[in-house]
């Protein structure tokens, strides 16, 4: 198979890349397995099944060449790979950006390791399983049980059909799969630490094997030219420090620089045993008297919802082109950033965020998650340690949002378990960006707090959203929630306002949106400016995530349709996302 025919042929981790790697996307076999029982019948063991799937697309979407939408709890893929003669001696690593929900893989009749999480990236090493330049037989098994309340779904629908704000459903493999050879002493895994402050990029790297006499060295370039170049043993405990003041410069929005990153590991003859391809972006976010601050700055978030489904491909892209579209589309709206909304977004969309000066909050698909299970919550706090891991180090991501809309408070001691479990795991893995604990509530420990209202009438949501003389303010499920206590306060859902543009458009005959739809377009553009003139005349409003970037089958709220076209004359529509008040407007510079 070219590359040419190959979906998805770019690299799925341009955070580091490596040149060893196959793309195993394209056409696999696949079997239904609607009474669970293949293993029973040794499908582990086999060499090819009764159906074709195009990966990395869902068997839900058109895209798979299947287009099966009812529920999926079991379903199986083969096909065969063969081992480079070249890799002979490396270790051979099993990639996969992403299957919903239980993976187990098999080579020639042989299991090589299991995964839970339907959003998160793994791996299997299966060095001890293959055979450089010889073919094999490759199984893979997805469970996936929507309806069990044991795993996070994000919008993926309850019902057979989609109904409201849930959408068409996910199973197995919906990201890339590849293989990749590694230096038995490579780079395993590496985090950054950005300090603006003191102009240095810190680099802690983690190693497969960890051997006396190779050194690793990193080097930072900026447009070709080398501005730094440090090294040091190989260690698992040492941390790599770069200073870039020579040739320093900030990433933002307005000027999204990237410093590409050349990590290398060498042996004591000045031999390359490992080299990863990486790219690091300078900037700071913090939070200070109920402001975000970006590089120090003052900052107001513009966002629009972003729930990251495809017509064709569901949760899939169906091209990398249709991800950098998605943020280009964000931006051309008047928008300043994302919230990515109940789906762990693949690692091509933080890519062109961070090429393109995109800001982030990226979310746990938290809904379908029972708040009172310790299993539910053992499933959620490992698949969002991963992702967490695997994303900290994209400069467009902001904001970590670990819940959304846990209002089922029923179970009080569960539920404040979760979030405290929730927003410790996230602080420890990344102190350095703040975290929106609950979206919407209800709220219990979190460094913004964030509401939701929909109220269609701007004059209404004005006086709903203003402060109150006590200096209390409105908060989505009342007293229910945690006091508010002077965070960074957010309307991080508003809007979603209904506009069909032309029968053809018309995705669903149950299709919907908040409130009583407009009765023409001038009046949806009225209502737009007014809700967003509501928001930026609080001054105790930090930012706003209106609702929502495109319509999603059978919601048609969005900025654009589904497809992807517009619905407005977006000059009009970039005017109203582009205000900011009045005390976040800089003099110009002289």
Not at 31 to 39: K, L, Q, T, V, Y
Request: glycine share 8%; proline share 5%.
């Amino acid at each position: 198979m070219t590359t040419s025919s190959i979906p998805r042929p770019e690299h799925p981790k341009p955070q580091f890349e490596r040149s060893d790697w196959i793309n195993l996307n394209g056409t696999w076999s696949f079997s239904f397995d609607f009474g669970r029982s293949g293993i029973e019948r040794g499908f582990n063991r086999a060499t090819k099944f009764d159906r074709e799937i195009v990966v990395p697309f869902c068997p839900e979407s058109h895209l798979s060449g299947i287009g099966h939408t009812d529920f999926l709890q079991s379903v199986w893929y083969h096909r065969t790979i063969e081992i480079p003669v070249e890799w002979r001696g490396k270790r051979i690593l099993l990639h996969f950006g992403g299957v919903d929900s239980e993976c187990h893989a098999y080579i020639d009749g042989r299991h090589v390791g299991g995964h839970f999480g339907g959003s998160s990236s793994f791996y299997f090493d299966i060095t001890n399983f293959v055979a450089a330049g010889s073919c094999s037989h490759l199984v893979v098994h997805a469970s996936d049980d929507t309806r069990s309340t044991l795993q996070g779904g994000g919008k993926q629908s309850l019902d057979y059909h989609s109904i409201g704000c849930f959408y068409t459903r996910t199973t197995g493999i919906w990201q890339t799969v590849w293989l990749e050879a590694v230096p038995l002493c490579g780079l395993s895994s590496y985090e950054q630490y950005c300090d603006i402050d003191t102009k240095q990029l810190h680099i802690r790297p983690t190693f497969f094997e960890v051997y006396q006499n190779p050194t690793f060295q990193v080097t930072a370039s900026l447009k070709s030219r080398v501005v730094s170049e440090v090294s040091m043993p190989l260690s698992n405990t040492g941390i790599l420090s770069l200073d870039l003041s020579s040739q320093f410069s900030l990433w933002s929005p307005d000027q999204p620089t990237l410093y590409d990153l050349d990590l290398k590991v060498i042996d004591e003859d000045g031999q390359l045993r490992d080299h990863v391809r990486s790219y690091a972006g300078m900037r700071k976010i913090h939070v200070e008297d109920s402001t975000f601050f970006l590089n120090n700055e003052p900052i107001y978030l513009r966002f629009v919802l972003d729930q990251g489904y495809y017509m064709d491909g569901i949760w899939t892209a169906p091209s990398d082109d249709a991800l950098r579209r998605d943020v280009e589309l964000g931006r051309e709206a008047g928008f300043n950033g994302a919230r990515l909304h109940q789906k762990g977004f693949e690692e091509r969309f933080h890519y062109w965020a961070d090429r393109l000066g995109y800001l982030t909050w990226a979310e746990y698909p938290s809904w379908g998650l029972s708040l009172k299970s310790d299993k539910a919550a053992r499933n959620m706090l490992q698949e969002w340690r991963e992702l967490l891991i695997r994303d900290r180090n994209h400069p467009s991501i902001i904001g970590w949002t670990p819940l959304n809309e846990t209002w089922d408070v029923s179970d009080k001691h569960r539920h404040r378990r979760l979030h405290v479990d929730a927003y410790e795991v996230t602080k420890s893995l990344d102190p350095g960006r703040p975290i929106n604990g609950a979206s919407g509530g209800c709220q219990v420990v979190t460094d913004i707090y964030t509401v939701h209202n929909y109220e269609q009438d701007p004059s209404k949501l004005r006086r709903m959203l203003e402060r109150q003389e006590d200096g209390s303010v409105y908060q989505t499920l009342g007293d229910k929630e945690t006091t508010y206590s002077g965070q960074p306060y957010v309307v991080d859902e508003f809007g979603g306002i209904k506009w069909i543009p032309a029968q053809e458009f018309q995705y669903a005959s149950d299709s919907w949106g908040y409130g009583v739809p407009p009765r023409s377009l001038e009046e949806v553009y009225e209502r737009l400016e007014g809700q967003v003139n509501a928001i930026l005349s609080l001054e105790h409003i930090a930012g706003y995530c209106y609702t929502q970037l495109t319509d999603v089958e059978q919601e048609q709220n969005g900025i654009y349709n589904y497809d992807r076209s517009h619905k407005f004359d977006m000059r009009r529509v970039r005017e109203i996302f582009q205000r900011i008040p009045l005390e976040y407007q800089r003099e110009p510079e002289h």
